[in-house]
């Protein structure tokens, strides 16, 4: 019989802490339903206290799906807890997720205080927890860099106080494999009431090892892995979920099951990413676009005798279909509705026809139409109430010539036109946007990304808006880049001129 690993996803929270990737609640609620088809155990739906936001997307994510088990971050705070335990009223089975740093440089630098009463604080917020739910989980921060045998004492306590999971966090990836799977090892060995408790994971990629350590973690005696779709998390991320559930598929010795539908990563890897407007670097294990691509002349031919001499993962197990419907002009709605199934996008009827309509007139101008650029289409339809619009770009540049930019702008149904120049076309567009909204905005960050190559792609815009001391993130994907940029633009100021 399997033994069972239990998967704890954090993308929602976690994951959502890296800058420019926040969702709204309607975002959330779709993430949150991949993950129940993909077969997560617990999401972990927020920090309820954080902000109204936070606390709502609990809310309503505990109303919208139906098995998993929901949870909700606290700090060891009495309010953190109580207002967690609010958010969580409607969730069919639920978690607090409390806890405190109990590394000496947290109890020193973070809270200038001793161990003995970070150990006090500890018991007293999985007690506090209790009274509002069963399932309490609790995490030791900067658990990697914490003595071994203080957090034996602090885990055999909070044990002692009815915390039903505990979470071994190496906060600042900076952990070895084989130290913090002898940290793991140490405390099923040294506590008492360990083998009553769940011991859970949560690695950070700091040092590109986060996958390494929960592995290392899970071998030496864990059963939870805290993960993320496509290993996004703050910093250089964290575990990666397509992961941990690909490497105990592929190892079947280890005789550990992880109940995912592995088949649905791929789609749910593309849903995160375009949602989040987070690249998937082409490399990435498992779900980058080149996991599954070889080029070298040896690899091809080994593949095509046989696909087990280069490839260890069947594509069709993660979703990623060898024999895909290839979408062209002469592609019909059913198609690129399949195309969108597979890639967990489902649109109503209004919606579909709108992406429909805006596939063919990008089937004209690329021959090839890619998932990235099937994804980019349907994304599209999300910012189509949008208070501010791109009416007309028109842009005149060229070499020793001034770049001139003329903008029209649609505002709740009026229309607006300015002209300006810049240092080059970019630049012209968006001073041009800048004459019509009279705010003062600061472009922090820049980033233009080809989806695959050539001078018909899609390219994608990421940037960085400052304003009023607040950050606000733009995207917009076209085979214009000037296009793109100002459609990126218009995006961010969207989020903070009518707040």
């Not at 909070?158 to 039903?164: D, E, F, R």
């Not at 195309?339 to 089937?363: M, N, P, Q, T, W």
């Not at 041009?432 to 994608?460: C, E, P, W, Y």
Request: hydrophobic share 40%.
């Amino acid at each position: 019989m399997s033994d069972r690993l239990f998967i704890f996803d954090t993308t929602l929270r976690d994951g959502e802490q890296v800058p420019g990737c926040q969702l709204n609640t309607v975002e959330k609620i779709e993430v949150a339903k991949a993950l129940e088809a993909l077969g997560v155990d617990v999401i972990e739906a927020g920090f309820p206290v954080s902000s109204p936001g936070d606390f709502n997307s609990v809310v309503e994510i505990s109303k919208a799906v139906t098995w998993p088990t929901i949870c909700a971050l606290t700090r060891a705070v009495e309010n953190d807890i109580k207002v967690a335990s609010e958010a969580l009223q409607y969730a069919k089975s639920k978690r607090i997720h409390t806890g405190i740093g109990t590394s000496d440089y947290h109890i020193k630098y973070k809270f200038n205080s001793t161990r003995e009463d970070i150990l006090e604080r500890a018991i007293g917020c999985v007690k506090y927890a209790k009274k509002f739910v069963e399932d309490v989980q609790f995490y030791a921060e900067d658990a990697g860099r914490t003595d071994n045998e203080y957090l034996a004492k602090v885990v055999e306590a909070v044990i002692k106080a009815g915390a039903t999971v505990i979470n071994i966090p190496d906060t600042t990836g900076y952990c070895l494999p084989y130290e913090f799977g002898e940290k793991i090892k140490f405390l099923k060995e040294n506590v008492k009431g360990i083998d009553n408790v769940v011991i859970a994971t949560h690695c950070h990629n700091d040092l590109g090892m986060a996958t390494a350590n929960t592995i290392s973690g899970i071998l030496n005696g864990a059963r939870q892995a805290e993960v993320t779709i496509n290993g996004i998390g703050e910093r250089a991320g964290n575990t990666s979920l397509e992961e941990v559930a690909m490497i105990f598929k592929s190892h079947k010795e280890f005789n550990i099951d992880t109940h995912i539908t592995t088949n649905k990563i791929y789609g749910i890897s593309r849903m995160v990413s375009s949602l989040m407007n987070m690249p998937v670097q082409p490399n990435k294990a498992i779900v980058g676009r080149n996991a599954f691509a070889h080029s070298s002349g040896i690899h091809q031919d080994g593949v095509l005798k046989n696909r087990e001499s280069y490839e260890i993962i069947d594509p069709k197990d993660v979703g990623v279909d060898e024999n895909s419907i290839v979408l062209t002009a002469r592609s019909g709605r059913a198609a690129l509705k399949h195309r969108l199934h597979v890639l967990g996008i489902e649109l109503d009827k209004d919606a579909l026809d709108k992406a429909y309509e805006a596939f063919l007139k990008l089937a004209d101008r690329k021959k090839d139409i890619n998932d990235d650029d099937v994804l980019m289409l349907a994304g599209k339809h999300r910012s189509k109430d949008a208070r501010i619009k791109l009416d007309f770009l028109q842009v005149t540049s060229g070499v020793n010539i001034q770049s001139v930019a003329s903008v029209g702008l649609i505002i709740a149904g009026e229309k607006f036109e300015a002209c300006a120049t810049g240092n080059g076309p970019v630049d012209a567009a968006i001073n041009a946007i800048k004459k019509i909204i009279h705010r003062k905005m600061i472009l922090k960050d820049f980033l233009i990304q080809a989806i695959t190559k050539g001078s018909n792609d899609v390219g994608k815009v990421h940037m960085t808006v400052d304003h009023d001391n607040n950050s606000y993130y733009g995207f917009s994907a076209n085979t214009d880049i000037v296009a793109a940029s100002a459609e990126a633009f218009i995006d961010a100021i969207n989020k903070f001129v009518y707040e």
